[in-house]
């Protein structure tokens, strides 16, 4: 991304590698959204929610697999949008390169500063805790938790991605050096 940034003056060296993590996170993401698309085309046209929590709950490994496809692709985009994120208020200096990775904060900053919808960053959270969910209190997860979470990944990614661009090619608006 060659676009201006806040962090440009006083970080070039850094300012430079967030911008080629972004660029190589979304340049990656195309080849992960059509591979959760196919796994979740497993389960029908429609990603049929009772095919995916018959599957979520067989001991058949091929079924289970599958489902795994579906959880790994949605984690996946998860991960791109949570990290460019971080990477983007790091550029516009609403982020500090010494804080510790925290994705709600970070959806919830990038909502203040214009970046993301009302209905974006709600939809983002709950991604997020789909997502936190099903790596940390998974043998509790509903299937339909990790049905809502693909569905969710697929819908929001794009949308985060035009939204973000569009941020960076405006200024960064709302960054710290603009307040």
Same mark, same amino acid.
């Given at each position: 991304?060659?676009?201006?940034?806040?962090?440009?003056?006083?970080?070039?060296?850094?300012?430079?590698?967030?911008?080629?993590?972004?660029?190589?996170?979304?340049?990656?993401?195309?080849?992960?959204?059509?591979?959760?698309?196919?796994?979740?085309?497993?389960?029908?046209?429609?990603?049929?929610?009772?095919?995916?929590?018959?599957?979520?709950?067989?001991?058949?490994?091929?079924?289970?697999?599958?489902?795994?496809?579906?959880?790994?692709?949605?984690?996946?985009?998860?991960?791109?949008?949570?990290?460019?994120?971080?990477?983007?208020?790091?550029? /516009?200096?609403?982020?500090?390169?010494? @804080?510790?990775?925290?994705?709600? *904060?970070? #959806?919830?900053?990038?909502? !203040? $500063? %214009?970046?993301?919808?009302?209905?974006?960053?709600?939809?983002?959270?709950?991604?997020?805790?789909?997502?936190?969910?099903?790596?940390?209190?998974?043998?509790?997860?509903?299937?339909?938790?990790?049905?809502? /979470?693909?569905?969710?990944?697929?819908? @929001?990614?794009?949308?985060?991605? *035009?939204? #973000?661009?569009?941020?960076? !090619? $405006? %200024?960064?608006?709302?960054?710290?050096?603009?307040?």
């Amino acid at each position: 991304m060659t676009v201006d940034a806040p962090l440009d003056e006083a970080d070039p060296g850094r300012s430079r590698s967030l911008k080629l993590k972004i660029k190589e996170r979304i340049d990656d993401s195309e080849r992960h959204i059509a591979a959760l698309q196919q796994a979740m085309s497993q389960f029908g046209q429609k990603f049929d929610l009772s095919r995916f929590v018959e599957a979520f709950s067989s001991s058949d490994p091929i079924e289970l697999n599958k489902v795994k496809a579906v959880e790994r692709g949605s984690e996946q985009l998860y991960n791109y949008m949570a990290e460019i994120g971080a990477f983007g208020l790091e550029l /516009a200096t609403l982020r500090m390169t010494t @804080e510790e990775a925290n994705a709600r *904060r970070d #959806f919830d900053t990038l909502a !203040r $500063a %214009g970046v993301l919808n009302k209905t974006q960053r709600v939809r983002l959270q709950r991604l997020r805790e789909l997502r936190r969910n099903l790596v940390h209190e998974y043998p509790g997860v509903a299937a339909k938790d990790a049905h809502e /979470a693909a569905i969710l990944a697929v819908s @929001e990614y794009r949308r985060f991605i *035009r939204s #973000f661009a569009d941020w960076m !090619r $405006a %200024g960064f608006p709302g960054s710290a050096q603009k307040l």
